[in-house]
C-alpha cells in the first residue's frame, strides 16, 4: 500500500490518546470498612474478566477508527500490475451518443474496456442516454487520475475543448492517445441585450473549433422587450436577459501634488466613453459620492481608510510590470507610478482602466457557455515519464472508498458496544 499524502501519517501518533485515557481511568478501588462479610456473595471471576475483556474491546475499536481515519486522509492507494498489452478507451461523455462514436466503440472487441471520460471513470453504456451530461471535464486533471487504469495505453475520444485546460501540463506514466472529435459548424447565438439610447444592441456568438466571434447589432424590428428580457420573434422565438446601461460614476480624489495624474485619468476616461458609447461622469473631490461611483480613485500620498466600493489607489512600486495592478484584495487594485505621456501611451492607460470596471463580467461567462474552441491534439499531451523500474510500472487504484466502509462498520460496533456497556 502507498499514500497520495504520507505526510498525514504523522497524525498515527494520535493512537497515544484513547490508550493514556484508557489507562488514566484505570484507578484503584476504594477501600470501605464492613462489620461482617457474611452475607456478601463471592464476586464472579468470569464477569470480572468480560468487563475487563471489553474494555480492551473498546480501547482496540477507538484506536483503529482513528488509524482507519488518518489512512483516509492520507489517500491509500493499492498497487497492482498494469497490464501492458490491453487498451483502454475513454469518450467524453457529451459526445457518448453520436453515431460516429458508436460506431467506433461497437467495433471494438468484447474485452476492451470502455469509460467515460469523467471523475471516478464510470464505465461506458451503449444504450444509455448522455445528451443531458453538459459537465465539462477538465482533461489534465483527469490525466493525473488515469494512472488508477490498469492498462498502460489508453485512447481518449474528446472534443478537446479550450475551456477544458484548467491547471498545469501534467506528469503520466501512461501512453495516451488524443482522438480530436470535430466540432458542429458554427451558428449565431443570441447571448444578451444591452438598451442603449440609439437603441436596442443584440450580443450574439459564434464558434468553432478554431475561433469565437462575438457580433453586435442594432435591432430595428422582430423583437419584443418584457421587464428584464428580450424576446426575439421568429420561428422559434429566443429569449435573452435585456440590460440597461446606466452612466458610469467616477469618484477622483486628486492631491494638489498628483494634478497631471488626474488629467491623464479624466482624459482616459473620455476616451473610454467615446469608445463605449455610454456616458461616464467622473465626480471632483468636492462631489465625493462614494456609494453611487462604479469606481473610486485616489491619487494621494496619504492613507485610505474607506474599504468600500472599487478602488484604484496610489501606491508606488518600482518593480512593478504593469501601470494597474490587482492587489490581494477584491475590488482593490493598484496604480504603481506616477503618470507620464510615454506610460499613459505605452501601456494603454484606458484600456487598463477598462479592464478595472470589468464592464464584461456578465458577457464573459455567456461567451464561456458557447466557446467551442478546440485544442490540437499536440497540444492535449502530457509529459510523459518513462517508469525507470517494474515497480514504477504498477497502476495505483484509489481504495480511499473501502477504508470508509471499514471505518463505518468499526464507528457502528463501538457506539453499539459502548451504549451497552455504559462505558
Known amino acids: 500500500m502507498v499514500f497520495a499524502n504520507p505526510s498525514y501519517l504523522w497524525a498515527l501518533l494520535g493512537l497515544l490518546v484513547p490508550l493514556a485515557i484508557h489507562l488514566w481511568s484505570k484507578k484503584e478501588a476504594k477501600t470501605i470498612k464492613i462489620g461482617s462479610i457474611q452475607l456478601l456473595d463471592e464476586s464472579n471471576s468470569r464477569q470480572s474478566s468480560s468487563i475487563q475483556l471489553n474494555e480492551w474491546l473498546l480501547l482496540l475499536l477507538r484506536m483503529l477508527i482513528i488509524a482507519f481515519i488518518v489512512l483516509l486522509m492520507a489517500g491509500p492507494q493499492w498497487r497492482t500490475k498494469g497490464n501492458q498489452k490491453q487498451i483502454t478507451y475513454l469518450v467524453e461523455a457529451s459526445i457518448a451518443n453520436e453515431a460516429s462514436i458508436s460506431a467506433v466503440l461497437d467495433s471494438l472487441q468484447e474485452n476492451s474496456s470502455v469509460f467515460l471520460l469523467k471523475n471516478g471513470f464510470p464505465e461506458w453504456e451503449d444504450d444509455a442516454d448522455y445528451q443531458s451530461d453538459k459537465e465539462q471535464p477538465n482533461y489534465w486533471q483527469l490525466v493525473q487520475k488515469m494512472d488508477s487504469l490498469r492498462s498502460d495505453s489508453i485512447v481518449v475520444f474528446t472534443k478537446a475543448l479550450v475551456k477544458g485546460i484548467k491547471s498545469m501540463r501534467p506528469n503520466t506514466q501512461k501512453k495516451i492517445h488524443w482522438v480530436v472529435m470535430e466540432s458542429e459548424e458554427a451558428q449565431d447565438r443570441p447571448l444578451l441585450a444591452f438598451n442603449r439610447e440609439s437603441g436596442v444592441e443584440l450580443i450574439t456568438a459564434s464558434s468553432n473549433g478554431k475561433a469565437t466571434k462575438i457580433n453586435k447589432e442594432i435591432l430595428q424590428e422582430g423583437f419584443e422587450i418584457s421587464n428584464d428580457s428580450l424576446q426575439l420573434l421568429s420561428d422559434e422565438p429566443i429569449t435573452v ?5 446606466d ?16 488629467k491623464y485619468i479624466e482624459a482616459s476616461f473620455k476616451a473610454l466613453s467615446a469608445f463605449l458609447k455610454r456616458e461616464i461622469v467622473v465626480h ?21 481608510n474607506d474599504s468600500e466600493g472599487k478602488w484604484l489607489v496610489y501606491q ?6 504593469q501601470l494597474i495592478e490587482s492587489s490581494p484584495w477584491k475590488n482593490l487594485f493598484y496604480l504603481t507610478s506616477r503618470l507620464d505621456p510615454k506610460n499613459t501611451v505605452d501601456q494603454h492607460l484606458p484600456e487598463k482602466l477598462l479592464n478595472v470596471l470589468a464592464l ?3 458577457l464573459n ?12 491534439e499536440a497540444e492535449l499531451k502530457p509529459n510523459y515519464v518513462e517508469p525507470k523500474r517494474k515497480r514504477e510500472r504498477a497502476t495505483l ?22 451504549n451497552y456497556k455504559k462505558q
Open 397 to 418: 487504484v484509489d481504495i480511499s472508498l473501502w477504508v470508509f466502509c471499514i471505518l463505518s462498520v468499526l464507528m457502528i460496533v463501538e457506539r453499539l458496544l459502548s
Open 365 to 376: 461567462d455567456f461567451v464561456a457557455n458557447v466557446d467551442t474552441r478546440q485544442l490540437d
Open 360 to 362: 464584461d463580467s456578465d
Open 247 to 262: 452612466t458610469l460614476q467616477i469618484n477622483l480624489y486628486v492631491e494638489d501634488d498628483f494634478e497631471r495624474e488626474g
Open 284 to 304: 471632483e473631490e468636492h462631489e465625493f459620492a462614494r456609494n453611487q461611483a462604479d469606481l473610486n480613485i485616489w491619487l494621494s500620498k496619504g492613507p485610505n
Open 316 to 321: 508606488e512600486n518600482p518593480l512593478a510590470k
Open 241 to 245: 436577459p435585456l440590460k440597461t446601461l
